[in-house]
């Protein structure tokens, strides 16, 4: 049993703890909802949806204003008509109708001065018992234009909500376009760090156990062998994933090549035969470049290599990028195989190929004296 305290703080009395845990719940499912509630409010009155909501308003308003308008104007039309007729006939007792045509036309005539004296004169011919053929031509042609101008004015408000609507849509396309670039990059964050993690696995996790196993057998060679093993790993790692995409696409190639060289004394070569290089699409570069990330960390990793090359050729509707080494190579089957049998996983091979499928390209691994990786992209993709 619990005391509550009430608003002031003083005590009400004693609950059981079961009822205090519902009264809680409920508490944090009150202000769950509230604040739902006021996510779908502030939903409600974002710009573009209030571009939208004031442009269906216009649109409406001025579709019945101006269908009412011009059907309006068309009856009083043949009213007036019919008035010609009778006056042609003879019959010229329209007294009736001059409160009516007064009021009917009191809308158009109140702030145009010119048509409501014109109106005016029609009336008192009319209760005079007069002819007002002439009056009324020259009232209906009045008449006619302010109908024109009213349709104007009609069209002009919905062209307004045209382009609210044009606005909203460009609003909600550019928020989505964002929203989705910001996804695209949020993925490829998680990719990066989900790399990492492997490396850091595959590598500096398994150079540490083995230090620790040799240092508790005293075996300081192999100590120190694993010890730099592991700070190399560390090293490249670091200067892999701080790369300077403001750079040339071949700068940052170079730098990589150095990197690779520096940490793990693998002679690593960079033969530029392309042109084409300084008009790839800025997608392009990146996915090559995290193309060749993979692959340099594979070959610091598993190849044993003592050298490495890496061109750029051009073909005739294509360009080419080839990463080759002289290490041990592998067999794509033996890597599939290994996969499949669980323990450690090798996703370096899978990730290469799904990152040059999403470029539209196609890659090969040939495996004669080491390993080539020769990746083709046709020039409509590269531009």
Known sequence: MRKLPNKNGKFLGKFPKDKIAICC?????????????GFKIKALFKIEFIFIYIAVLNFGFSIVCKTYTNKKIANLNSQMIKIQLEENSGIFNHQNLIKKLEYDYEPFTYFDS???????????????????????????????????HLNFGYDSLLYCSLILIVIAVYLIA???????????????????????????????????????????????????????????????????????????????????????EANYNISTK????STK???????????????????????????????????????????????KDDGKGFSEEEVTEKNSKGGRQHYGVSNIKERVELLGGAVDFIHEGGTTIAITIKDSVCR
Do not use: C, W
Not at 26 to 37: C, E, F, I, V, Y
Not at 270 to 273: N, S
């Open 174 to 260: 550019e928020k989505y376009f964002k929203n989705k670039i910001d996804f695209q990059r949020l993925k490829v964050m998680n990719e990066e760090q989900s790399k990492i993690s492997r490396n850091l696995h595959d590598g500096v996790a398994q150079d540490l156990a083995a230090l620790k196993l040799y240092l508790e057998k005293e075996d300081l060679p192999k100590s120190k062998f694993y010890a730099q093993q592991a700070f190399n790993e560390v090293r490249y790692m670091i200067g892999a994933t701080h790369l300077d995409l403001n750079q040339s696409f071949e700068e940052i190639v170079r730098k990589m090549a150095a990197t690779l």
């Open 114 to 148: 010119d048509l409501k004296t014109e109106l005016s004169q029609i009336l008192t011919l009319m209760g005079e018992n007069k002819s007002t053929i002439e009056p009324i031509i020259t009232f209906q042609n009045h008449m006619h234009q302010t109908e024109s």
């Open 25 to 37: 719940i409920l508490t944090d499912m009150d202000k769950k909802q509230a604040a739902g509630s």
């Open 277 to 323: 290089i300084q008009n790839l699409n800025e997608n392009i570069q990146v996915e090559l470049i995290r193309i060749l990330q993979e692959a340099l960390s594979n070959i610091s990793r598993h190849a044993n290599a003592s050298n490495v090359e890496i061109r750029f050729v051009d073909g005739i509707d294509d360009f080419k990028f080839i990463i």
């Open 270 to 273: 960079v033969y530029v035969g």
